[in-house]
C-alpha cells in the first residue's frame, strides 16, 4: 500500500473551477495507474477519473467529461483533478486511489486518500 494525501477542496460557485491534487509517498508512485472517486451525501462513492502509469491514457465518468481532467506529475509523486465549470451535482468529498487491476469503470483499489471536501454552490 500507498500513502495518499489529497489537497485543494474548497468552496467555489457554480461555474467555477478547482483543481485538487494528491501526493503519494514512496517510490512506486510511477508503476500504478490512478484514479479520482467522489462520494456525494446520500449517495455511493463513484468513479470520476482514471489515468495510467504514464498518463497517456485516461477515462472519465460521462457526466464529468469536458470538465475535468486527470492528470500527473511522477517525478512530483502527484495526481492532479482540474475540475472546471463546476455545478451543485459535483458537490461530494473526492478520493484519489491507487489502481492495481480491473478495467473501467471497475477497478480493484489498494489504497484510498482521506478525502478532499469540494462543496458547489448555486
Known amino acids: 500500500q500507498v500513502q495518499l494525501v489529497e489537497s485543494g477542496g474548497g468552496l467555489v460557485q457554480t461555474g467555477g473551477s478547482l483543481r485538487v491534487s494528491c501526493v503519494a509517498s514512496?517510490?512506486?508512485?510511477?508503476?500504478?495507474?490512478m484514479g479520482w472517486f467522489r462520494r456525494a451525501p446520500g449517495k455511493e462513492r463513484e468513479i470520476v477519473a482514471a489515468i495510467n502509469w504514464s498518463g497517456t491514457n485516461t477515462y472519465y465518468v460521462d457526466s464529468v467529461k469536458g470538465r475535468f481532467t486527470i492528470s500527473r506529475d511522477n517525478a512530483k509523486n502527484t495526481l492532479y483533478l482540474q475540475m472546471n465549470n463546476l455545478s451543485p451535482a459535483d458537490t461530494a468529498v473526492y478520493y484519489c486511489a491507487r489502481i492495481i487491476g480491473g478495467t473501467a469503470p471497475n477497478y480493484d483499489i489498494d489504497s484510498w486518500g482521506q478525502g478532499t471536501q469540494v462543496t458547489v454552490s448555486s
Open positions: 514512496g517510490r512506486t508512485f510511477n508503476a500504478y495507474p
